[in-house]
């Protein structure tokens, strides 16, 4: 089946599974095609972007093609964009730029073929969209209410993106405030 539909495996009882057959890049998509789900038909070349452990989300780009079908997403973390994703080779981009400490904790989009929208919502109570609506239509936010997108995969083919996962982790100012309790408390 498509990834996403179904149970996903545990990573040990993938691991177990598959053994050492495959090239480790193939076990790495394999693993992120079940373990994240795919929205989109999905299909063709993977992408994905790094996350950045310095720095959060700052803007989203991405380039909208003459036929309304998404071509490329680049994110920014702090100051610095990450390469593009996806068919680079064409597209008028766009850009959304969050406010300092605002974080993007929903996102809707469609899809035909291709991705034709994608729909991001800020916990500032903004949002930005990028192409039209059109198709069948999901909406995706994190399994907890504190955690906010970190990162971004998908996969693409000649014509554009066809198929988009979502990764969702706590702020950094979250784990840096574990980190302080921890180096804090005394131990006895």
């Known amino acids: 089946g498509r990834a996403g539909r179904g149970s996903s495996p545990s990573p040990s009882l993938l691991s177990r599974s598959l053994g050492t057959h495959l090239p480790e890049a193939m076990l790495l998509r394999l693993t992120l095609a079940l373990l994240w789900k795919m929205y989109g038909r999905g299909g063709g070349k993977y992408f994905s972007t790094p ?23 680049q994110v920014r973390y702090g100051p610095s964009w990450t390469t593009v994703s996806g068919c680079p080779s064409s597209g008028t981009p766009q850009e959304f730029i969050l406010y300092p400490g605002e974080r993007i904790i929903g996102i809707s989009g ?3 073929m291709y991705l034709r929208s ?16 059109d198709g069948n239509y999901f909406f995706v936010y994190p399994d ?3 955690k906010v997108l970190t990162g971004i995969c998908g996969q693409c083919k000649l014509l554009g993106i066809t198929g988009l996962c979502f990764a969702w982790d706590y702020p950094l100012e979250f784990w840096d405030t574990i980190r302080q309790n921890n180096s804090t408390s005394s131990h006895e």
Request: proline share 0%; no cysteine.
């Open 51 to 73: 996350r950045d452990h310095e720095y959060e989300i700052t803007g989203i780009r991405v380039a909208v093609g003459s036929l309304g079908i998404l071509k490329s997403i």
């Open 110 to 112: 469609s899809y035909q």
């Open 118 to 133: 994608l729909n991001l919502y800020t916990d500032k109570m903004r949002y930005a969209t990028f192409g039209k609506d």
């Open 144 to 146: 907890q209410f504190e």
